[in-house]
């Protein structure tokens, strides 16, 4: 999928790299680490709401085990990428793979990653220690050692910082202030501000609510992280900030945005409340970087649901390289790809 950036680089300056250039290093990037949105021709024996039940259970192992979002992104990639680049990959190989590719996945992101006896045991016993070090290095020459791409997380991290800068510029400019051009600055302060996060966590938790949702559904494979990323902003602001945030135009997005409506819709309706971990219970503050299993197998086939509705509704049928496929909430791998409740970890 070609995209054509319709304005500048939305990037301030920085002090220590050319933002212009740190822009389509992100966008280069976004595109060499493409997956195959036909990758389950390659694999005959698998099916779209594997993948999805798949997604669904890792999503839970973060959770229970407080991994961070960028972790969990990481190892969606990793799957993706790796089921792209092999073929006839049996559907009892799918959780070696995926916990694999989560256990490579904490170890770049996490301070103090779970053991590998930890991954272990949270596959009940379909996967050992030395099962996962020998995948571990099946996976990475597939991948080419290739582990620090620009995930759905990161895009989204970068436009809700711009989106609040703008903000704030746009906030005291109708206040009749003078705008301060970030911009057009450089001096070490103005790096400072943009690198700290000064977003909402609550609603950066609800677009990464929505995106949750819509990375468990093989259709996101027919579109790049930023395009996923801006129209899950889109859905939650307007075209404007769209156009401000990201360098996108709508005409580059509609696509994806059509496609993510229907989870949108049902993330609307079913509503959001942002969790808050045991442990940090008694904080003001919640932690969106934290990976919450907020979006489920249950919310996506109401998603799908809705596809169906919206279909109805339009006297049409959508045609789609990757078409949706229901979860069956009573699919045999459900028994199978359970992690254990938080009370219940290992020491």
């Known amino acids: 999928m070609s995209i054509i950036s319709c304005r500048v680089c939305p990037l301030p300056k920085f002090s220590w790299a050319n933002s212009e250039e740190v822009w389509e290093l992100m966008h280069r990037k976004d595109k060499s680490q493409a997956r195959n949105a036909l990758m389950l021709q390659r694999h005959p024996g698998l099916q779209p709401r594997m993948r999805s039940i798949l997604l669904d259970?890792?999503?839970?192992?973060?959770?229970?085990?407080?991994?961070?979002?960028?972790?969990?992104?990481?190892?969606?990639?990793?799957?993706?990428?790796?089921?792209?680049?092999?073929?006839?990959?049996?559907?009892?190989?799918?959780q070696l793979i995926g916990i694999t590719c989560l256990f490579i996945a904490s170890k770049i992101e996490e301070i103090y990653p779970p053991k590998l006896s930890e991954f272990a045991y949270v596959t009940d016993g379909a996967c050992s220690d030395?099962?996962?070090?020998?995948?571990?290095?099946?996976?990475?020459?597939?991948?080419n050692?290739?582990?620090?791409?620009?995930?759905?997380n990161s895009w989204l991290s970068i436009y809700m910082q711009l989106y609040s800068v703008f903000e704030k510029e746009n906030k005291a400019e109708r206040?009749?202030?003078?705008?301060?051009?970030?911009?057009?600055?450089?001096?070490?302060?103005?790096?400072?501000?943009?690198?700290i996060p000064i977003y909402s966590s609550y609603f950066?938790?609800?677009?990464?609510?929505?995106?949750?949702?819509?990375?468990?559904?093989?259709?996101?494979?027919?579109?790049?992280?930023n395009v996923i990323a801006t129209s899950a902003l889109y859905h939650f602001t307007n075209e404007e900030i769209v156009n401000q945030c990201t360098s996108l135009c709508i005409s580059d997005i509609k696509d994806c945005i059509i496609w993510m409506t229907p989870f949108a819709m049902v993330v609307r309706e079913e509503g959001f409340e942002i969790p808050k971990f045991q442990k940090i219970a008694d904080m003001s503050e919640t932690i969106p970087n934290l990976q919450s299993h907020t979006?489920?197998?249950?919310?996506l086939d109401k998603a799908h649901k809705k596809q169906v509705e919206l279909d109805a509704n339009n006297n049409k049928k959508v045609v789609s390289a990757c078409p949706m496929t229901p979860v069956s909430c009573h699919d045999?791998?459900?028994n199978?790809?359970?992690?254990?409740?938080?009370?219940?970890?290992?020491k």
């Not at 938790?205 to 990375?215: F, G, P, R």
């Open 175 to 195: 206040r009749g202030r003078k705008r301060r051009k970030i911009c057009k600055e450089a001096d070490s302060s103005k790096d400072d501000y943009f690198m």
């Open 130 to 143: 030395d099962e996962i070090i020998i995948k571990e290095l099946v996976i990475l020459k597939a991948l």
């Open 145 to 152: 050692w290739d582990l620090y791409p620009m995930t759905i």
């Open 332 to 334: 045999p791998l459900l």
């Open 204 to 225: 950066f938790a609800q677009i990464a609510h929505l995106i949750d949702l819509c990375v468990l559904d093989i259709g996101c494979l027919r579109f790049p992280y």
């Open 57 to 94: 259970w890792l999503t839970e192992v973060c959770e229970v085990y407080r991994l961070h979002r960028e972790t969990n992104y990481l190892a969606i990639d990793f799957i993706d990428r790796y089921l792209s680049s092999q073929t006839q990959v049996p559907k009892q190989s799918l």
């Open 295 to 299: 979006a489920d197998l249950s919310l």
């Open 336 to 346: 199978i790809l359970t992690p254990p409740k938080s009370h219940s970890k290992r």
